[in-house]
């Protein structure tokens, strides 16, 4: 019989973790004791998976030491035809964990395809709970919960960048539906900046820094409020900090 997949939750900031205690307000006490006990990982970052693992090592014992852990990776430049191979062993009957390298598998980050194809295999699907910085930040917001679409990276020319902002505000509008959209973290000023200044005036923006962590720092407000802020020189505290932006028009 085939084992299990578990879809494994990792912490959305490791840096700020120095001690398995730091799991114990972000990973509920049962997924570390299911994560604990698997022997197979299949990871987007081996060395981030082996840290995250060293961290519940001390809070909990692990099935085997660390360096007998197997880890395989999955990233996005994993070819389809690789993905067979890493739900070989599940299939044997050993169960696995899908884990990302920061929050949770398979939402803006790679593993989708191999979970799907996990069900094709007939293998179980076991989610886990754990943080979302998505769900997080829409929860902290104030936006619409009801109705909203994540859109990863906006494009990086700005006359481009600027037209999709547009056209995903006008989305918003007429369908009362909140954007979100990620970007690498030392270009989060550059990306407020251009919110404001295509959005119209009173489209509602939210910063969301840092999410479950000790400086974590939320603000909703209009886009001429985020302008007029910039403008005097008073910047969120994001720079070069994983941030989440939302839109409402």
Not at 49 to 75: H, N, S, V
Not at 124 to 138: D, E, Y
Request: aromatic share 6%; net charge positive; glycine share 6%.
């Amino acid at each position: 019989m085939a084992g299990i997949l578990y879809l494994v939750p990792n912490l959305l900031e490791q840096a700020a973790a120095s001690s398995g205690a730091a799991l114990a307000g972000v990973i509920p006490e049962t997924v570390q004791a299911t994560t604990a006990r698997l022997e197979y990982f299949i990871a987007e970052n081996a060395k981030t998976t082996r840290a995250f693992l060293k961290l519940l090592g001390q809070a909990r014992p692990l099935a085997k030491p660390l360096q007998e852990i197997r880890i395989a990776g999955l990233d996005v430049n994993t070819p389809a035809d690789a993905l067979p191979g890493l739900l070989a062993p599940i299939l044997a009957g050993q169960d696995g964990g899908l884990i990302s390298e920061a929050g949770v598998p398979a939402v803006a980050d790679p593993g989708a395809n191999l979970v799907r194809l996990a069900h094709e295999r007939g293998i179980r699907v076991k989610p886990l709970v754990g943080p979302s910085s998505l769900l997080l930040a829409l929860m902290a917001s104030g936006l619409n919960g009801q109705r909203f679409a994540f859109h990863g990276y906006l494009p990086v020319d700005a006359a481009e960048r600027a037209r999709r902002i547009k056209a995903l505000e006008e989305r918003s509008r007429q369908e009362h539906q909140t954007q979100l959209f990620i970007e690498t973290p030392y270009r989060n000023l550059t990306l407020l900046q251009a919110l404001a200044s295509a959005c119209r005036p009173q489209t509602l923006v939210s910063v969301a820094t840092d999410l479950s962590l000790p400086d974590e720092w939320v603000r909703t407000q209009s886009a001429e409020r985020w302008k007029r802020d910039l403008e005097q020189g008073k910047e969120p505290p994001f720079h070069k900090r994983p941030t989440v932006f939302l839109m409402l028009a």
